[in-house]
T-cell receptor, first 114, second 119 residues
Framework: ETGVTQSPTHLIKTRGQQVTLRCSSQ?????VSWYQQALGQGPQFIFQ???????GRGNFPPRFSGLQFPNYSSELNVNALELDDSALYLC?????????????FGPGTRLTVL | AQTVTQSQPEMSVQEAETVTLSCTYD???????LFWYKQPPSRQMILVIR??????QNATENRFSVNFQKAAKSFSLKISDSQLGDTAMYFC????????????????FGKGTHLIIQP
């Protein structure tokens, strides 16, 4: 069984740039959720994708957007980067909402915005 | 909106001791799920244990067990016979069912407790 993978591991960008982070879900999982974890804090929910559509969203502005592909992998896109976007971005996969709620996390992407 | 509070920023115990991490939450939901996740310094979040609110029996997973008090909205984690590899950040998390309306809310996490196991 393949676990959740994320790429890249680390990323450095400058303010105003755009970034794309990638996630491959665990084998058999079709739901992907994204979280932002600032230093010393618990993760905060950004959004969830199920069947290639956004299934729920946390308190994040529209410049945070995502995609899910037919193979259930997902992308997180952040436009107009701000310094406060510096964080660890975690992807988690799970079975379809309503059937199984346990989310399994990837290793994360560390984004630094200068 | 749900909130999760972990009142112990850091705890330190000796190897082989038993330690209990506290978690309280606030919700108006009757049915929900509670989780404890572990995040070692390597940073990958690992599921420790999960509890469904409709189950009265406390969940256990080997050395890990919970004390779930629904009326008090309390969900503590007990680690028995602690080991050096238990050193990590521990996060308590809440999730309401996806079919409770309004789409998925994802997991709501507390700020975490840094657990240090001393040799």
């Amino acid at each position: 069984e393949t676990g959740v993978t994320q790429s890249p591991t680390h990323l450095i960008k400058t303010r105003g740039q755009q970034v794309t982070l990638r996630c491959s879900s665990q084998s058999g999982h079709n739901t992907v959720s994204w979280y932002q974890q600032a230093l010393g804090q618990g993760p905060q929910f950004i959004f969830q994708y199920y069947r290639e559509e956004e299934n729920g969203r946390g308190n994040f502005p529209p410049r945070f957007s995502g995609l899910q592909f037919p193979n259930y992998s997902s992308e997180l896109n952040v436009n107009a980067l701000e310094l406060d976007d510096s964080a660890l971005y975690l992807c988690a996969s799970s079975l379809a909402p309503g059937r199984q709620h346990t989310q399994y996390f990837g290793p994360g992407t560390r984004l630094t915005v200068l | 909106a749900q909130t999760v509070t972990q009142s112990q920023p850091e705890m330190s115990v000796q190897e082989a001791e038993t330690v209990t991490l506290s978690c309280t939450y606030d919700t108006s939901e009757n049915n929900y799920y509670l989780f404890w996740y572990k995040q070692p310094p390597s940073r990958q979040m690992i599921l420790v244990i999960r509890q469904e609110a409709y189950k009265q029996q406390n969940a256990t997973e080997n050395r890990f067990s919970v004390n779930f008090q629904k009326a008090a909205k309390s969900f503590s984690l007990k680690i028995s016979d602690s080991q050096l590899g238990d050193t990590a950040m521990y996060f308590c998390a809440f999730m309401k069912p996806a079919n409770s309306g309004g789409g998925a809310d994802g997991l709501t996490f507390g700020k975490g407790t840094h657990l240090i196991i001393q040799p």
